[in-house]
T-cell receptor
């Protein structure tokens, strides 16, 4: 049963530090999404890729966030420098051709 | 503008009572609608999508284009239904637009 994996599952860091989150999408899925989940805003789409090309990153604060797919098995989301307001759960999802998105377990980020 | 609205942040229902989680959408074309569920400490997962017309775990949802709604229903709530439920809309270019979610709490 193929699943999206994410690392780390939990990250506690201090303000100003760089944070890198990783995602391995399901093999054969050609779309990858990054979401942020908070109590106040729910699920927000940060960025997404199709066939490794970035298609939409309008939901991402450009000055500190960056998302890349160096290859088909790895997507990364980087925050530099991190701020306390970035504390949230970050989900990666990969999409099948019939439109369903499959979510990873999330990375719970706490920025002190 | 494409939007998904879930008016209730929290819904508490007694075990055995009917459940209805409301979802309204705005979309200019023919939408594809989904319900995703997130159980405590688990990942989001697809519950059902309107095109499959399935009943999953006793839940059903009917797309009402006249009322632009896709409410999720279950006739008899069970304690294991307690979870966060997200209504979502696909704009057919891969992106899915999620509502803010409704937390369903089943009371014993």
């Amino acid at each position: 049963d193929a699943r999206v994996t994410q690392t780390p599952r939990h990250k506690v860091t201090e303000m100003g530090q760089e944070v890198t989150m990783r995602c391995q999408p399901i093999l054969g899925h050609n779309t990858v999404f990054w979401y942020r989940q908070t109590m106040m805003q729910g699920l927000e789409l940060l960025a997404y890729f199709r066939n490794r090309a970035p298609l939409d990153d309008s939901g991402m604060p450009k000055d500190r966030f960056s998302a890349e797919m160096p290859d088909a098995t790895l997507a990364t989301l980087k925050i530099q420098p991190s701020e306390p307001r970035d504390s949230a759960v970050y989900f990666c999802a990969s999409g099948s051709t019939e439109g369903t998105q499959y979510f990873g377990p999330g990375t719970r980020l706490t920025v002190l | 503008a494409q939007r998904v609205t879930q008016p209730e942040k929290l819904l508490s229902v007694f075990k055995g009572a009917p459940v209805e989680l409301k979802c309204n959408y705005s979309y200019s074309g023919s939408p594809e609608l989904f319900w995703y569920v997130q159980y405590s400490r688990q990942r989001l997962q697809l519950l059902l999508r309107h095109i499959s017309r399935e009943s999953i775990k006793g839940f059903t949802a009917d797309l009402n284009k006249g009322e632009t709604s896709f409410h999720l229903k279950k006739p008899f709530a069970q304690e294991e239904d307690s979870a966060m439920y997200y209504c979502a809309l696909s704009n057919r270019d891969d992106k899915i637009i999620f509502g803010k979610g409704t937390r369903l709490h089943i009371l014993p």
